[in-house]
């Protein structure tokens, strides 16, 4: 799976989205950074992002992904 294509995904849905890639094989842990997260819970957050890479987790191009979804005053 290429990572641009999972960028662009998630781009489009969180324009100003910070996302970076941790991956092993075919594993991805992904961390999205975004304002945009402000008012939802864990599972909205996660739920919206999933949404946005939906077509590659039906074809199998994606297959193993783990989330983590903050707000900037989250991160550390």
Known sequence: MNEEKIRSSILNVLPDAFIS????????????????????????????????????????????VSLETLLPAEHN
Not at 31 to 50: A, E, Y
């Open 21 to 64: 890639f941790h991956e092993k094989d075919c594993n991805f842990k992904i961390k999205i950074i975004s304002k945009q997260f402000t008012g939802l819970n864990i599972m909205q957050r996660h739920k919206l992002i999933l949404g946005a890479l939906e077509k590659f987790i039906k074809s199998g191009e994606l297959h193993a």
